[in-house]
């Protein structure tokens, strides 16, 4: 080994070695530091302010892998010691805010989105970092800020009226296990029972798929009963708008089967005191619609016939940051994915860095681009077609819950990205 080749291997081990000798309990309480931001902008400037701060309890999060990534979502946090500069903890996102850059009406009028992001709860000052990045990864807003543990203005939270609640899948301590939130949105009080036996349907769901199905025992599920002042949800094509636990709506960016909502910190308040990372909202509505965003939430119609399919596609979104594998013939949306850039999700490729994708399982001598009629030959492949552009975005299968309704699994490439997820979150 040269020189020049012994001092960056060295330089290498230096900067892992921090990373792997970090010790949870040195560096946090077991309490959760829940940080609410406004996303402010339009489509050619944007800003990040500090909404509050609060404390909750317990922390449900992970305490290993603490300055580590497991996806680069299209946003990121990292919490740095203030006494030495080390990064003691990262995590990643997307945001509703971002995909409505995207749209026309950013074009011509000023928003902000509420977000609100869990960390470990930190033992000495810290300064925190959030960043918002573009479709070509570059940074579109940034700042920093710093938070002291000891700040009498740090709001407590979850200590009491906490939201009845019960747990669906309960198999171990929060700080082991990888624990999701199923709250009730447009259920009134007197259907908290419908909206529990939902809850069972959209676990059974779950678990019915690969990976979740084998590694069942690395998951908690709780059923949140979050009332409702009416039953449904607002359907503003129908002019039906009614008042509910999260005032979520259809026809978010005037796209009927949108389903979101912009009132992230009543969520996260109605889930306080309750131990989650990760969350799921059922919609009372027959309806059919839905929506998921890495790291944020899944939001789905729960009385629809493709509830089943649809409330584990979404998951897909919220909880593995997969990407969706549909596309519409001749229609290349690149303001979405730039064919230039290799994309963050796992499950798609523009191929301009295929090796970092799935390129290490397609068997010997498979074609590029994979035709569809040899898809039974070919079950990971590389298939024009995804990302919603039928050309020049690739997806790994022909078919994938993550791209129909109708197909009954996650294909292979998806649920290796899946199992890493989890793997990540437990080991």
Request: aromatic share 12%; proline share 6%.
């Amino acid at each position: 080994m040269d020189m020049k080749k012994y001092i960056v291997l060295l330089l290498c081990l230096i900067t892992v070695v921090p990373i792997y000798a970090q010790v949870f309990t040195d560096l946090f309480a077991d309490k959760t530091l829940r940080i609410d931001y406004i996303f402010n902008g339009n489509a050619s400037e944007q800003s990040i302010c500090l909404d509050g701060l609060s404390s909750l309890p317990a922390w449900a999060g992970r305490k290993h892998h603490l300055a580590e990534l497991p996806l680069q979502g299209n946003g990121q946090i990292v919490m740095r010691n203030i006494a030495d500069g080390k990064i003691i903890y990262t995590t990643s996102f997307s945001s509703l805010f971002q995909e409505w850059l995207e749209t026309d009406e950013a074009k011509s009028i000023t928003k902000g989105f509420e977000n609100t992001f869990l960390l470990p709860y930190p033992l000495q000052p810290v300064e925190i970092e959030i960043t918002l990045l573009d479709p070509r990864r570059n940074v579109r807003a940034s700042m920093k800020h710093i938070v002291r543990p000891d700040d009498v203005l740090i709001a407590q939270k979850g200590i009491s009226h906490i939201t009845p609640h019960k747990y669906l899948l309960q198999n171990g301590n929060p700080g082991k296990c990888i624990d999701v939130a199923i709250l009730a949105e447009g259920y009134t009080p007197q259907e908290m029972q419908t909206f529990y036996e939902d809850a069972g349907i959209a676990c059974e769901s779950l678990f019915a798929h690969e990976p979740f199905k084998s590694m069942k025992e690395r998951f908690n599920i709780v059923a949140v009963a979050s009332p409702s002042i009416d039953s449904g949800v607002s359907v503003p094509r129908l002019n039906e708008w009614k008042h509910t636990a999260f005032g979520s709506h259809f026809s978010t960016f005037y796209s009927d089967r949108y389903l979101t909502t912009s009132r992230v910190k009543t969520i996260h308040d109605a889930l306080a005191g309750i131990p989650y990372e990760h969350i799921i909202i059922l919609a009372n509505t027959k309806e059919y619609g839905g929506g998921g965003i890495y790291n944020s939430y899944t939001l789905t119609t729960a009385h629809h016939p493709m509830f089943r399919p649809v409330v584990v596609h979404e998951f897909g979104h919220s909880f593995g940051g997969l990407a969706d594998e549909y596309f519409y013939d001749n229609d290349v949306m690149t303001d979405t994915y730039p064919l230039d850039v290799e994309s963050w999700e796992q499950n798609i490729s523009t191929q301009v860095n295929f090796t970092s994708k799935w390129k290490d399982m397609l068997a010997k001598d498979t074609p590029i681009p994979t035709p569809t009629g040899n898809s039974e030959k070919y079950p990971v492949g590389v298939y024009e077609g995804g990302g919603y552009s039928a050309k020049g975005i690739y997806r790994p299968a022909d078919d994938c819950r993550m791209r129909t309704n109708e197909y009954p699994t996650f294909c292979p490439v998806c649920q290796r990205a899946l199992r890493r997820i989890i793997e990540f979150y437990t080991e």
